[in-house]
Structure formats: C-alpha cells, structure tokens
C-alpha cells in the first residue's frame, strides 16, 4: 500500500496498549514510524474501565512497533 497518498488525511491510530490517537497523517518514514498533527488521544480511565478519557496532543510521532490498526477516515478510503 502507498501511504504517501494518504498525508494530510484523518486517521485513527490504535496502539498495543489500548489507546487511539485522533489526528492528520503528516509524514510516514522509511521505517513505517509517522508523525500526526492535530492529534487527540482517547484512553479508558485508570479508575473506572467505564470511562473514556480525551486529551489534545498536538504532533505526535508513533513508532511502528506501537500501531495495532490504522482505520482510515471513510471519505478518503479508496
């Protein structure tokens, strides 16, 4: 698959351990590491599994090793 069609395009990152990262796809490496933007991260709440917690990040970069599943927003599938 070529992601480079894909800079500038919502995605939804799952990591392994739990999270997704809301945000717009800015730069992919060689590596398959990517740096997003715009970036809001969802977790379930320490305290009580019941609640979601939501938090800006701004830019972020994921490294590969961490990302379970990339969805990607449904108007720009192809």
Known sequence: MEVEK????????????????????????????????NV???SEDKLDSALLRKRELGLVSVPRP?????????RYAR
């Open 40 to 42: 809001w991260e969802t």
């Open 66 to 74: 961490q990302v379970s599943k990339v969805l990607i927003e449904s």
């Open 6 to 37: 894909y800079i500038g395009t919502s995605l939804r990152i799952e990591l392994v351990d739990g999270r997704q990262l809301d945000g717009i796809l800015t730069v992919v490496d060689p590596f398959g590491n990517m740096l997003l933007s």
